[in-house]
């Protein structure tokens, strides 16, 4: 058996834009698309990247809540991407999702209980010791009071609720948890708490994670490897440590650079180096030739606009330490917050 539980390739998700009575597609929403990459069994795979690049999408389509309009996603070998939604079942006992909302996320009409033995009623898995003690057993793992399961989601804190949300996803015992910004919608002081949470249960159960974060902070406790995502594509995938200490894409120098530094003495040197990201993300709809992110790189050449740079191991760095970048950062670099010149979508 492959160490890879989850691979795709090629994958692509475009939402159709339709027009007029008879909805003719005009255009297409390229969330995602064409990106290659393998989850291994075991491991945290942090997902990051600014809001509206496409990290929500990759994980809808990791779960098969989407179909991808394009490519292919195995699991455990096996070819998933276009399964009816029956022949779906026993991949969806194995890969469960959390959500970044725990106030939408959660039927506010239905209790605890019903909420978390939801998808054991779903697949129909039988509980031998009783629903409710499969549900309170959940409740116990997830840091709950077993006995509220009887209890409403507006009874509890925003931290708690996402508790519920971990215990729902935990019940079918899955082997892959997809967790979308599970602590962006939460406290600071919460984060950490279900952060570590998160942690505890991988290990208890041999669970694998993709953990979708939109800034770089979050994923760094908890991931083995980040992929960086930017309008659709991974831009940069790297082991943890090789990320943080040589990071490649400008994109990435960028987002890290706009994590505050705790430290007040490294603070000034870290202010002088910051990157400033100008400009919002262009449209998906009609993304930029060649590289995607040449019109807010300072680095940015002619060659970056006609030629799409592959994702590569880039000189000096392991085969593990991919960048889709023609002109890679290397360190001790000057880095400039300032415009591209000449770059223009
Ligand atoms: N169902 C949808 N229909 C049309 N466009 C969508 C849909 N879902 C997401 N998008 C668009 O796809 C892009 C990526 O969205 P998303 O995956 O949510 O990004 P992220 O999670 O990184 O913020 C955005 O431009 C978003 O507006
Ligand atoms: S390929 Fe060019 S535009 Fe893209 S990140 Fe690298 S230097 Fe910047
Ligand atoms: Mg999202």
């Known amino acids: 058996m492959s160490e890879n539980l989850l691979e795709v390739t090629g994958l692509q998700k475009h939402f159709p834009i339709t027009k007029g009575l008879f909805k003719r597609q005009v255009g297409a929403v390229r969330a995602v698309d064409g990106i290659d990459l393998a989850v291994r069994a075991g491991e945290t795979l942090g997902v990051v990247g600014e809001s509206g690049c496409g990290k929500s999408t990759a994980g809808r389509l990791f779960t098969r809540i989407l179909e991808p309009t394009g490519g292919r996603i ?3 070998g096996r070819d998933v991407s276009h399964l009816s939604t029956a022949a779906l ?3 969806r006992r ?3 999702m959390i959500f970044q909302d725990p106030y939408s996320s959660l039927n506010p009409r239905h209790t605890v209980g019903s909420i978390i033995s939801a998808p054991l009623q779903i697949q129909k898995i039988p509980t031998p010791q009783g629903t409710k003690k499969a ?3 959940l409740l116990e793992l997830v840091g709950l009071n077993p006995e509220h399961y009887n209890r409403y989601p507006h009874e509890f804190s925003g931290g708690q609720r996402q508790r519920i949300g971990i215990a729902r996803a935990l ?12 602590v962006s919608a939460l406290d600071v002081s919460i984060q950490a708490q279900v952060v570590n949470l998160l942690d505890d249960l991988q290990s208890e159960f041999d669970l694998t994670y993709v953990f979708i974060a939109h800034d770089l902070s979050v994923v760094r406790h908890i991931s083995d490897r980040v992929a960086v995502m930017y309008l659709g ?3 940069e995938i790297a082991e943890r440590d090789a990320l943080y200490a040589s990071p490649r894409h400008p994109y990435t120098v960028a987002l890290m650079s706009a994590v505050p530094v705790p430290d007040p003495s490294r603070r000034d040197r870290a202010q002088r180096n910051r990157v400033l990201l100008t400009g919002d993300v262009p449209s998906p709809i009609n993304p930029p030739s060649g590289c995607r992110f040449r019109t807010r790189c300072w680095k940015a050449q002619e060659i970056c606009a ?6 590569v191991p880039r000189a000096g760095d392991p085969a593990s330490h991919q960048t889709a970048c023609h002109f890679p950062v290397v360190e001790g670099e000057a880095v400039q917050g300032r415009s ?3 770059a223009s979508a």
């Open 74 to 76: 195995t699991f455990e």
């Open 233 to 235: 594509k991974v831009v």
């Open 340 to 342: 591209p010149a000449g």
């Open 306 to 311: 006609t030629e799409e740079p592959p994702l």
């Open 135 to 137: 549900v309170q057993e």
């Open 94 to 96: 194995d890969v469960q």
């Open 89 to 91: 079942r026993p991949f």
């Open 171 to 182: 019940a079918l015992r899955p082997k892959l948890i997809v967790a979308d910004e599970p």
